[in-house]
């Protein structure tokens, strides 16, 4: 990839210094150079397609203007996407670039990918779960500008972005709420992380603060999948008080909802209002009707936190505006509530 | 992220020169140093935290051992996670680096891009595409290491790797032929794209194959999403010679063909077989009965391209070993398909 125009190709064209040359395509700043002589220094290194050597600058200012993106399991699920397209288009915006290095889960090859990212000079980092949950800090990582995404330490003075689940569960259980639903079954994930104990936590304050009663037999636990789903569903709507609504904690789930709904005659929304969790589109929108549900922000955290770590980083590497933040997680409205209608048996 | 430990301190450390640290650390073909120096030097650096500086090394030999992924839009499709992860692991095995740059299908944004992965020295390029589709080389990237990812060139001397349409298709329907059936529906995507027609190239190889006629009016055409599929479904069910089986272009339109089925009071498997095309685990594994589908190498497509490209720039960056490859989609066996029952109407 050697390039033959060389920085005094361009300077010889512009009939300029290469000084010159270098303030007007480092933008380096405090340089006086008049507008004429700066767009002819540009036109010049266009005409020749000139390429400054980012190398030999990051190796002078120790900046690379690169950040990483390292996370355990990118490939497990659907939203990796939208997170890693908000932190890349953040990074873009600024004239950053992104690398990415997927541990697998794997703690000695995260420590070797972390030594390889180290080697580039790479200026900070992003270390990412694919899924909400609790994280310890590589020691690679220690003393570095880094942002937990989609994790959270118990240590408060690392810095992260994870989704409001609380908020969010309450938001789903809200507009049920609305629709005048009373009796509202929770098929929640059998296992004990932040978002299953948040969206449970929303759950209860909305019911709550709407003045119903919190009955734990309208709360089941099964499997985050669609067969844990239908399992769920069928040991509520098969129970002595059958609810006219199900809040489920993820979209897949739901989708098993819809099927056990479907084997018991039950239609929904007239029958049966559902609400799910994720936003996961694939399946919101694919199935009939549609589904209500809430988003993640995924993209939002992605970018949230590269502006954030590109903030602190041109800012002050040592200052310590660090703080565990939580973005908010929208309603998504398609068809699947209803007002509660006549309910069988 | 600057490190004070240099490579003079970890040359005092083990007793050696800086020259010799420099040949241990940088794996310098050809140096005659004996195995216990090599030792104590390495022993050296890790005591001490020594990190050799990349940068400076890429600056004098012109290789960074970034390769750079561009694709158009990877927030679009479930499926970006596994060819970036086949690309990302296959590069990690060689010590390589992987940066993401997404387009969003704008030029202009891409060849900015392009420039400032250029100024980093980035050794290669994957230009990748969130569908199989056909695209053409930005000028940009003419002359540099470069392998099309999911995505064709009309250029057969620029290499590229894409699933196996046609292959795909035929074991689709290869599949639901042993079963015994013989009207089989193909539910296809209305875009005229490599993948429409591959599959029904496909569908009709394996038709002829088994000599079984190729019939227009078991193929419909529609959008590839759930709600074309269950369009598409319910023609070809409510048509006068209902098909035993469907071959649906992809998941989503098999997760609407369920919906249609289910309204019509046909069973799956045993009124109706269904084969699906992607292996979307969310659906696929979510729907009841599980759906028997096809794969798409999104993995092994992601390795094979940074395997080959990183073959390419290590051997000779001037060698014509380019080719235009596509990879098998094998199939997935789930629950779909079974032998045609007695037919109604």
Known sequence: MSRTIRIKDVAEHAGVSVTTVSHVLNDVPGKRINAETRARVKASAAALGYVPNRVARSLRTRRSQVLALISDEIATTPFAGLMILGAQEAASKRGWLLMLVNTGLDPAYEAREIQAL???????????????????????????????????????SIPSVVPDEVGGGRTAVEVLLASGHRRIAFLNNRDDIPASRGRLEGYRAALEAAGVGYHQSLVTYDASDSAGGYRAAAAVLDGTARPTALFCFNDRMALGAYQAAAERGLRIPHDLSVVGFDNQEII???????????????????????????????????????????LPCPLVTRASVTAPGQTPG
């Open 118 to 156: 180290l080697q580039r000079q790479v200026d900070g980092f992003l270390y990412a779960t694919m899924y909400h949950r609790e994280v310890e800090l590589p020691d690679e990582l220690a003393g570095l500008p880094v942002i937990l995404l989609d994790a959270v330490s118990r240590d408060p």
């Open 284 to 326: 919101a929108d694919g199935l009939r009707p549609g589904l209500t549900t809430v988003a993640l922000p995924h993209y939002e955290m992605g970018a949230w936190a590269v502006d954030t770590l590109i903030g602190s980083i041109d800012d002050n590497p040592q200052n310590d505006d660090r703080a565990q933040v939580v």
